[in-house]
């Protein structure tokens, strides 16, 4: 029903920055919170920034990333950005884009890779 499809992961050096995009499309009933998670290689998969889409919205961010990853959104393109800055070898991982209306959703995924 819903799709999402990430762009802007690669390959970066520590202490670099890179932008992440997130497009919705299909059947979209609601959109009650949008953002990002990751898996890195022998864990578990961890929230980095998810915002409840209300104008009291709350956006949560992973402790590892507070202060250097900042989550916005486009609502008229259903479409959601993460730009990490400051990039570290830890923050290697797969990304995946994160939806919740009258279910969840995940994006396929885009590898974002800090070497140092």
């Known amino acids: 029903q819903v799709q999402l499809v990430e762009s802007g992961g690669g390959l970066v050096q520590a202490g670099g920055s890179l932008r992440l995009s997130c497009a919705a499309s299909?059947?979209?009933?609601?959109?009650?919170?949008m953002g990002w998670y990751r898996q890195a290689p022998g864990k578990q998969r961890e929230l980095v920034a998810v915002?409840?889409?209300?104008?009291?919205?709350?956006?949560s961010y992973g402790d590892s990333v507070k202060g250097r990853f900042t989550l916005s959104r486009d609502n008229a393109k259903d479409t959601v950005y993460l730009q990490m800055n400051s990039l570290k070898p830890d923050d290697t991982a797969v990304y995946y884009c994160?939806?919740?209306?009258?279910?969840?959703?995940w994006g396929q995924g885009t590898q974002v890779t800090v070497s140092s």
């Open positions: 994160y939806l919740h209306g009258v279910r969840d959703y």
């Open positions: 915002a409840v889409i209300n104008s009291g919205g709350r956006t």
């Open positions: 299909g059947t979209i009933f609601s959109i009650n919170a």
